[in-house]
């Protein structure tokens, strides 16, 4: 089963997701189609639990999906919908189906007004926001986390993009929530900004592993002073080093999913997301070396890869919060215990 | 692309129990071990820890119990690896031998040879050596020029190893040398196991590093007579050999741990109030070092299943000696103290430590360029 869906992701993506697809999404146009068949393969749903529709995959394995995506480009907001229908599955709101995103709720106020919960305020660059039927945050009623599935239509939506073209829009709320759009979340998953920081490791992870593999290919073709560039000793140590660079944030974004929904993902997914953007800086220079200027243009398809890792890089936490919130724990451990806390942050757990 | 993919360990690979063992017993055994020695990381001899490490099992755990190992999993021995070297404990006499000597004898090696060594090293007596670099065959091993040629009853070598690290106090070396011609720039190599107390003509000398320690020697080999029972595996197939003791000699947690004893000091430094700045840089070194911890924790898992990751060790290498290269120049942006060998605090006498050992972390057990050559290949680069 764990391998059938991500065998079936891996030939729907081969088949459909282009060079040109991922142009024209960058040009603004949603690829609907695509997205009819990932819903027809049910992937969308591979990370809620089997009594609420889902396939019944260990976490670790849907989360797989968020690489294989990310290592074809997929613009669509497929790790958006997978996380969004996980929270709602969780606290038992319906699943809309659909596009869905997610959003960081920070900047949301919540106020009771008789029965019905008023959200108002920004949500700033969510992914996918206008090509989204729902948007699901998470934000603070009376203390405590609340689950918000916000349906776009009533919300105002300013267009923007990231570094790759991909929506990125800045939302207004302003409406009144009924119980069947609001919940109380009983356990944190980790939060937005976690989750989101876990699909963005994991796609860089899986676009990383893409550059790595269109540079190899080009150094291999590409000849200068009589011989492929591949044979040139400075290019096979950039692309060594790039090659250990993608293991490196690979496995720590794994490292992430295999803890997703314990209490060890707080520190994981602060390592996944930290490696990944360290790894992104290393991996996207040398990738733009290897290829010289045609890797430079807008026909060749490597920008569409570069251009998502360094975006990712700034979303859902930046590597400066992140780097803030980790040294901030190691730092409160006991003098001397700095070695406990890398083994317990990295600790498996008792297997469930 | 199966170069980048690291499975995660296997389920239970933490093995607490035993690592709580391994903490309480250390904290009694190195409760007046200081930080500049702790700095020494896996350099540190003591022969009478090793043998006390051993008494608890902790020597040899891998190997199977006929041979007086404790048959447990390379997962077990990277737990008690790891802690001893977080806690800086002076492990060499008993380290190469247990890593790397003692698996090669057990795969390659004779009964006779099995029984006779294999136990003494697993009861933590016997300090191994690994001659392989010479003159002038270095990063280009198969240029080896040490000969042993066919005698009655054995062999008489001659030639010159260098870098020797801890010949001068060892036991027994490992001799990678060759004994014909080949065609084949890999053929004509043998690997020997020389008993260094008993065995004569075989000149040791000392070569002083730059910070004026004793730890590596030149060995000469002199009409030396070895019998033919040292003879280590098959005549010819030394450089298989040699290539599958790597994996086992690359992955472990001494290829990024060797300046965690700075890391220690430097965090306990910075533990009373940091900025911002110094908090954001003590994340990303523990973020790293996590990653590290687990892509060398996966390489540990593969070769318990029996499985040559020598590509996934040789990235884990390479990024580790990054790592661990980079620990005084980051103490340096975060703390103003200068390095004192010797010096009054702690911190300055362990900085001064690491920052002279640095420099050897990605010249011993492969160069960074032999690595990223290695793993260049495993890309497909043609
Ligand atoms: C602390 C320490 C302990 C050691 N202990 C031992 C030991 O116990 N036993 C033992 O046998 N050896 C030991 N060594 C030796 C070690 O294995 C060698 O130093 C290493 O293999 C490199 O050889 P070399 O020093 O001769 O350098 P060289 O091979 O001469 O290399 C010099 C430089 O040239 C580069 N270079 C060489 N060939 C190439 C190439 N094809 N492409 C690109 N660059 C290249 C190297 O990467 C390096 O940067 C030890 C070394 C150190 C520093």
Same mark, same amino acid.
């Given at each position: 089963?764990?391998?059938?869906?991500?065998?079936?992701?891996?030939?729907?993506?081969?088949?459909?997701?282009?060079?040109?697809?991922?142009?024209?999404?960058?040009?603004?146009?949603?690829?609907?189609?695509?997205?009819?068949?990932?819903?027809?393969?049910?992937?969308?749903?591979?990370?809620?639990?089997?009594?609420?529709?889902?396939?019944?995959?260990?976490?670790?394995?849907?989360?797989?999906?968020?690489?294989?995506?990310?290592?074809?480009?997929?613009?669509?907001?497929?790790?958006?919908?997978?996380?969004?229908?996980?929270?709602?599955?969780?606290?038992?709101?319906?699943?809309?189906?659909?596009?869905?995103?997610?959003?960081?709720?920070?900047?949301?106020?919540?106020?009771?007004?008789?029965?019905?919960?008023?959200?108002?305020?920004?949500? %700033?660059?969510?992914?996918?926001?206008?090509?989204?039927?729902?948007?699901?945050?998470?934000?603070?009623?009376?203390?405590?986390?609340?689950?918000?599935?916000?349906?776009?239509?009533?919300?105002?939506?300013?267009?923007?993009?990231?570094?790759?073209?991909?929506?990125?829009?800045?939302?207004?709320?302003?409406?009144?929530?009924?119980?069947?759009?609001?919940?109380?979340?009983?356990?944190?998953?980790?939060?937005?900004?976690?989750?989101?920081?876990?699909?963005?490791?994991?796609?860089?992870?899986?676009?990383?592993? %893409?550059?790595?593999?269109?540079?190899?290919?080009?150094?291999?073709?590409?000849?200068?002073?009589?011989?492929?560039?591949?044979?040139?000793?400075?290019?096979?140590?950039?692309?060594?080093?790039?090659?250990?660079? %993608?293991?490196?944030?690979?496995?720590?974004?794994?490292?992430?999913?295999?803890?997703?929904? %314990?209490?060890?993902?707080?520190?994981?997914?602060?390592?996944?997301?930290?490696?990944?953007?360290?790894?992104?800086?290393?991996?996207?220079?040398?990738?733009?070396?290897?290829?010289?200027?045609?890797?430079?243009?807008?026909?060749?398809?490597?920008?569409?890869?570069?251009?998502?890792?360094?975006?990712?890089?700034?979303?859902?936490?930046?590597?400066?919060?992140?780097?803030?919130?980790?040294?901030?724990?190691?730092?409160?451990?006991?003098?001397?215990?700095?070695?406990?806390?890398?083994?317990?942050?990295?600790?498996?757990?008792?297997?469930? | 692309?199966?170069?980048?993919?690291?499975?995660?360990?296997?389920? /239970?690979?933490?093995?607490?129990?035993?690592?709580?063992?391994?903490?309480?017993?250390?904290?009694?055994?190195?409760?007046?071990?200081?930080?500049?020695?702790?700095?020494?990381?896996?350099?540190?001899?003591?022969?009478?820890?090793?043998?006390?490490?051993?008494?608890?099992?902790?020597?040899?755990?891998?190997?199977?119990?006929?041979?007086?190992?404790?048959?447990?999993?390379?997962?077990?021995?990277?737990?008690?690896?790891?802690?001893?070297?977080?806690?800086?404990?002076?492990?060499?006499?008993?380290?190469?031998?247990?890593?790397?000597?003692?698996?090669?004898?057990?795969?390659? /090696?004779?009964?006779?040879?099995?029984?006779?060594?294999?136990?003494?090293?697993?009861? &933590?007596?016997?300090?191994?050596?690994?001659?392989?670099?010479?003159?002038?065959?270095?990063?280009?091993?198969?240029?080896?020029?040490?000969?042993?040629?066919?005698?009655?009853?054995?062999?008489?070598?001659?030639?010159?190893?260098?870098?020797?690290?801890?010949? #001068?106090?060892?036991?027994?070396?490992?001799?990678?040398?060759?004994? &014909?011609?080949?065609?084949?720039?890999?053929?004509?190599?043998?690997?020997?196991?020389?008993?260094?107390?008993?065995?004569?003509?075989?000149?040791?000398?000392?070569?002083?590093?730059?910070?004026?320690?004793? #730890?590596?020697?030149?060995?000469?080999?002199?009409?030396?007579?070895?019998?033919?029972?040292?003879?280590?595996?098959?005549?010819?197939? &030394?450089?298989?050999?040699?290539?599958?003791?790597?994996?086992?000699?690359?992955?472990?947690?001494?290829?990024?741990?060797?300046?965690?004893?700075?890391?220690?000091?430097?965090? /306990?430094?910075?533990?009373?109030?940091?900025?911002?700045?110094?908090?954001?840089?003590?994340?990303?070194?523990?973020?790293?070092?996590?990653?590290?911890?687990?892509?060398?924790?996966?390489?540990?898992?593969?070769?318990?299943?029996?499985?040559?990751?020598?590509?996934?060790?040789?990235?884990?290498?390479?990024?580790?000696?990054?790592?661990?290269?980079?620990?005084?120049?980051?103490?340096?942006?975060?703390?103003?103290?200068?390095?004192?060998?010797?010096? &009054?605090?702690?911190?300055?006498?362990?900085?001064?430590?690491?920052?002279?050992?640095?420099?050897?972390?990605?010249?011993?057990?492969?160069?960074?360029?032999?690595?990223? /050559?290695?793993?260049?290949?495993?890309?497909?680069?043609?």
């Amino acid at each position: 089963m764990d391998s059938m869906i991500h065998d079936m992701a891996e030939r729907l993506f081969r088949d459909h997701v282009s060079h040109a697809l991922r142009e024209d999404a960058a040009a603004g146009h949603c690829p609907e189609a695509l997205w009819t068949r990932i819903e027809e393969a049910g992937l969308h749903m591979a990370l809620v639990p089997e009594e609420a529709g889902g396939f019944g995959v260990p976490a670790a394995e849907a989360l797989r999906l968020v690489r294989i995506a990310g290592a074809h480009g997929l613009p669509l907001p497929l790790a958006e919908t997978l996380i969004a229908n996980a929270v709602l599955a969780r606290v038992d709101l319906a699943l809309p189906g659909g596009r869905l995103t997610i959003a960081e709720g920070a900047g949301l106020r919540l106020e009771r007004r008789g029965t019905a919960v008023h959200a108002s305020g920004p949500l %700033t660059l969510v992914p996918f926001a206008r090509w989204a039927d729902r948007i699901v945050t998470i934000a603070a009623l009376d203390g405590a986390d609340h689950v918000l599935s916000l349906p776009v239509k009533d919300l105002t939506v300013a267009p923007a993009q990231d570094l790759a073209g991909m929506p990125r829009d800045d939302v207004k709320v302003d409406l009144a929530l009924t119980e069947a759009d609001a919940a109380p979340l009983p356990r944190s998953l980790g939060g937005m900004r976690g989750l989101g920081a876990l699909v963005r490791s994991l796609a860089t992870a899986g676009a990383m592993e %893409t550059i790595l593999s269109m540079s190899v290919e080009y150094a291999n073709d590409r000849v200068q002073f009589g011989r492929p560039i591949g044979k040139f000793q400075a290019i096979q140590h950039y692309l060594a080093t790039m090659a250990g660079e %993608t293991a490196a944030s690979r496995t720590a974004a794994e490292m992430a999913a295999d803890s997703y929904d %314990t209490p060890a993902f707080a520190l994981t997914v602060a390592a996944a997301k930290i490696r990944a953007g360290d790894a992104a800086e290393t991996v996207g220079a040398l990738a733009h070396q290897v290829h010289g200027a045609i890797g430079y243009t807008q026909e060749h398809a490597l920008h569409h890869f570069t251009k998502r890792i360094w975006s990712w890089r700034d979303e859902f936490g930046t590597e400066l919060d992140w780097t803030r919130e980790l040294g901030r724990a190691a730092l409160s451990s006991p003098q001397g215990t700095f070695w406990h806390f890398i083994t317990d942050s990295t600790a498996q757990g008792t297997p469930a | 692309m199966t170069l980048t993919a690291f499975p995660p360990p296997p389920p /239970g690979a933490d093995h607490d129990d035993l690592r709580q063992e391994v903490r309480a017993f250390l904290a009694e055994e190195l409760a007046d071990f200081p930080p500049e020695k702790r700095a020494e990381s896996w350099n540190g001899f003591s022969r009478d820890f090793s043998r006390r490490l051993a008494q608890r099992g902790w020597v040899g755990m891998t190997f199977p119990e006929e041979y007086g190992g404790h048959a447990r999993s390379a997962l077990e021995r990277y737990v008690v690896s790891e802690e001893l070297l977080a806690a800086g404990a002076p492990v060499i006499s008993h380290w190469i031998a247990d890593r790397q000597s003692g698996p090669l004898i057990l795969a390659k /090696g004779t009964e006779d040879q099995k029984h006779q060594i294999v136990p003494r090293i697993a009861a &933590g007596e016997l300090c191994f050596c690994i001659g392989m670099s010479e003159p002038d065959s270095g990063s280009d091993l198969a240029a080896t020029r040490t000969l042993a040629t066919d005698v009655e009853g054995g062999f008489r070598v001659n030639g010159t190893k260098v870098w020797t690290t801890y010949a #001068h106090v060892a036991d027994y070396m490992i001799l990678f040398c060759r004994t &014909g011609k080949s065609e084949d720039r890999h053929g004509g190599m043998s690997q020997f196991l020389i008993d260094l107390k008993a065995t004569e003509n075989i000149q040791i000398s000392p070569i002083i590093d730059l910070g004026g320690e004793h #730890h590596f020697n030149q060995v000469i080999f002199d009409d030396t007579f070895l019998p033919s029972d040292a003879l280590l595996g098959e005549k010819g197939e &030394g450089w298989s050999q040699v290539m599958s003791e790597l994996a086992f000699e690359r992955s472990g947690p001494e290829r990024f741990l060797s300046s965690f004893a700075l890391i220690e000091e430097l965090i /306990g430094v910075l533990r009373q109030d940091a900025t911002e700045a110094q908090q954001a840089e003590i994340g990303r070194l523990s973020a790293h070092l996590m990653v590290l911890r687990q892509m060398s924790r996966s390489v540990a898992g593969m070769l318990n299943e029996g499985k040559n990751p020598a590509l996934q060790a040789a990235i884990v290498k390479d990024l580790g000696a990054l790592f661990e290269q980079d620990i005084p120049r980051l103490a340096r942006s975060l703390v103003s103290r200068p390095a004192v060998p010797g010096g &009054g605090d702690s911190y300055a006498a362990v900085l001064a430590y690491t920052a002279l050992a640095v420099p050897s972390f990605s010249l011993r057990g492969g160069t960074r360029e032999i690595l990223r /050559g290695i793993i260049a290949r495993g890309l497909g680069l043609r």
